[in-house]
């Protein structure tokens, strides 16, 4: 197991990474926050080409679809790396139910910018 090399580096195959638009979003609400806002560029991996394709066509519901997950997010959440870490694998979540084809393997931030 230690002399053994991962399928994927062994292979290594294209990336497929599809960069949403600038979202500007209202963050839940809280007593310490009562206007949060967020300004967020999401970086989505994708498992082939025809899933990038799909999510190229359908950008505008998947854009909609990732705000809404950011709303329910509060700002005190989203300021640790764990709550970062939470949002990931929920965005990744919900990508996943959405997609007809392939899946999304990652998702990173090219913009986080938190506004208590």
Known sequence: ???????????????HEFLFPKMK???RR????PNPMGAFEVIVLLDSKDTAIEVSDRVVEFSDLLQR????ESFN???SELGK???????????NQKLT????KDISFKTFILKP
Do not use: I
């Not at 870490?85 to 990508?95: D, M, Q």
């Not at 084809?101 to 999304?104: D, M, N, S, T």
């Open 1 to 15: 197991k230690e002399d053994g090399e991962s399928f994927y580096n062994a292979f290594p195959q294209e990336r």
């Open 25 to 27: 979003v209202n963050l």
């Open 30 to 33: 809280t007593a310490d926050n």
């Open 69 to 72: 997950v950011f709303e329910e």
């Open 77 to 79: 959440d989203l300021e």
């Open 85 to 95: 870490s939470k949002l990931k694998s929920h965005l990744k979540r919900e990508l």
């Open 101 to 104: 084809q392939g899946w999304a």
